[in-house]
């Protein structure tokens, strides 16, 4: 089960297609929600200061990895219901029908009558730089505890790519919907980036 309103009325955030919609609309960098965009960051910040940190802050192993979890927790329970919903217009979740069947649901905002934009090009970013960039870096912290043989913190690490990536898949599916999938978004983004650095170059060698 999908539920994403149509294009002509849900309110877009930036995202891969960020670059369009600066050129379409006017600026706006005025931050509405500061506390929910400090919170955004605060606690996957936090979790991976502790993670970088820990043999400093602790000599305790058991008391930096419980520390990390509830970070962890915290961040994507504050991104799931809270974050999301007031910085972007997005939020996603899993509900039961009467029959027992678990479906997931992805929705937009609406976008006002009088089509003015609710949330902010600064809240989007902060948004979107925050959910993309975090969890890469858990993927990173993955490979490096592998290859390192830290095996302690493997349990630590998935469960920060596992919370977090979780959060962007959906996040995700709440932007592109049932519009395009991942891939050509993706790659209709990076066509367009060729584009222009091939039009850039030529304007240059034409001058």
């Keep these: 089960m999908l539920r994403q309103d149509s294009n002509d009325e849900t309110e877009d955030v930036s995202l891969f297609d960020a670059d369009d ?77 009467d029959d027992g069947k678990s479906h997931w649901v ?34 990173i912290f993955a490979f490096s505890a592998l290859f390192s043989f830290k095996v302690k913190w493997l349990a630590v690490v998935i469960m920060g790519v596992a919370l977090q990536g979780a959060n962007l898949y959906g996040y995700i599916r709440c932007k592109v919907g049932n519009r395009k999938n991942l891939t050509s978004v993706a790659t209709s983004y990076l066509g367009r980036q060729i584009l222009r650095q091939t039009v850039a170059k030529e304007d240059q060698a034409g001058s």
Excluded at 49 to 64: G, K, P
Excluded at 77 to 84: D, E, H, L, Q
Excluded at 106 to 123: N, W
């Design 106 to 139: 992805f929705e937009s905002r609406k976008a006002p009558a009088q089509g003015k934009k609710v949330t902010s090009e600064a809240e989007s970013r902060i948004f979107w730089l925050g959910l993309i960039t975090c969890p890469l870096l858990w993927v």
């Design 21 to 97: 919609e600066i050129s379409r609309r006017p600026k706006k960098s005025k931050i509405k929600h500061p506390i929910a965009s400090f919170f955004h960051l605060f606690f996957r910040v936090s979790a991976i200061i502790v993670y970088l940190f820990c043999e400093f802050l602790s000599s305790s192993y058991i008391a930096c990895m419980v520390t990390i979890i509830l970070l962890l927790s915290c961040d994507f329970w504050a991104v799931k219901n809270v974050t999301g919903r007031l910085m972007v217009g997005l939020r996603w979740w899993n509900q039961v029908d």
